[in-house]
């Protein structure tokens, strides 16, 4: 008796590309079919600029009221908000592979990476919109680019790109964890110290001794002061340089371990 030998076929060189897209095309669907999900990067921007533009800036900009907060609040706010955005990968994919969505994708006689660089590549979109809802506000209340459109422009690039590389860690948790409320709690964990206990809201000088030993290494002092910078002035190329060099590593570390897991997984 004979057995058949069932091939998959050829694929181009290269065309794992084309399919990352493809389903990176298939995430923005879904959120346009289910627009209720980006509520955390529609509402929450907004929300968290009024609470600590109106409730804080009076205080803390030593008299110089909302409007001189402005400025220096805005550029922080749009770090933390993107950074908080890019959990959203993790728990998505998590919640895909419960559901057993990425089975389906096995199946399927493509790259068996490209389902997981178009989620990441999909997620895209939510950081993008969450800049721009930002940002829109920002400007509704009066803020300006002080250096330049094209370096505001950039600043927003800045933090996109920083947003894709620093995804890789829920990437990887998503892929580790059992469930999704697993990876939202750990990324809770993460998010709120390193964000608040940052530069962001106050002068790192005005913290106390303990807490800026950890704001001078953290990846977010030296993002806010590179939009901080782009878009108001000031010193620009060390905290540029240090944030790349951030992207970089976040990616050179995070990527593989989220690949290598996804692949014990699949």
């Known amino acids: 008796m ?19 897209l493809t389903l990176a095309w298939r995430n923005i669907v879904r959120i346009r079919q289910n627009p209720e999900a980006l509520a955390d990067v529609t509402f929450q921007p907004i929300i968290f600029l009024a609470l600590f533009l109106f409730v804080f800036g009076g ?56 389902p997981l660089i178009g989620a990441v590549l999909g997620d895209a979109v939510r950081y993008s919109l969450s800049i721009i809802v930002l ?27 920083f947003a894709l590389s620093m995804c890789w860690i829920w990437v990887w948790l998503g892929l580790k964890l059992k469930t999704a409320q697993g990876v939202q709690g750990i990324a809770f964990l993460v998010m709120f110290p390193l964000t608040f206990g940052s530069n962001i809201f106050v002068p790192a000088d005005t913290l106390p001794g303990f807490l800026q030993a950890f704001v001078k290494i953290s990846p977010i002092t030296y993002l806010v002061d590179t939009e901080r910078a782009l878009m108001g002035g000031g010193a620009l190329q060390k905290p540029l340089l240090i944030t790349l060099a951030w992207m970089v590593g976040l990616v050179a570390i995070f990527a593989p371990l989220a690949i290598r897991a996804y692949r014990r997984r699949t």
């Open 135 to 161: 940002m829109a506000s920002g400007f509704v209340l009066g803020f300006r680019f002080q250096n330049g459109i094209g370096n505001g422009l950039l600043g927003m690039l800045i933090v996109l790109l």
């Open 59 to 114: 205080a803390i900009s030593q008299g110089a009221g909302w409007r001189g907060y402005l400025p220096v609040l805005l550029p922080g706010l749009l770090v933390q908000t993107v950074v908080f955005a890019t959990m959203g990968t993790g728990v998505g994919l998590n919640d895909d592979f419960a559901k057993g969505v990425f089975d389906r994708f096995r199946s399927l006689p493509i790259a068996r990476i490209s």
């Open 2 to 20: 004979s057995t058949a030998v069932i091939e998959r076929p050829k694929t181009r060189p290269f065309a794992w590309v084309q399919q990352s």
